[in-house]
């Protein structure tokens, strides 16, 4: 009996593993980019502005700067380094003025 629990217990973390790699922290990231996009992501200078943005439209963006489809002068270098996973959660952390 014992050894069909730990089994079990097995199977569920293998099964749960792939759904636990997709939580990222980017707490550290997210933090970053005000330094080019300004306090609260308001924009600043030549830097566009992020407040407002839908998620969806943020991480559209950052996927196309990644792979050259948008022109960019900075992001398609910074953007190189994001899995899409961070991106998605980037997005959904800094989209809808949050
Ligand atoms: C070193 C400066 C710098 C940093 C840091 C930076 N950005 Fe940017 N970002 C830019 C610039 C400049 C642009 C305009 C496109 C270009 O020329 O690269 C831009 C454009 C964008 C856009 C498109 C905005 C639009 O007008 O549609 C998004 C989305 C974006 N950045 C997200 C981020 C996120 C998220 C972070 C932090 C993880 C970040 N950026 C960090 C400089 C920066």
Known sequence: MRHIIRAALVLALVLAGPAL???VDVTALSASCATCHGPGLEG???MPSLKGRRAADIATAIKQFQS???PATIMMRL???WS????????AK???GK
């Open 68 to 70: 050259g489809e948008r």
């Open 84 to 91: 899409a996973a961070e991106i998605d959660a980037l997005a």
């Open 21 to 23: 790699a997709q939580t």
């Open 79 to 81: 953007s190189k380094g």
């Open 94 to 96: 800094l989209g809808e």
């Open 44 to 46: 600043s200078g030549a």
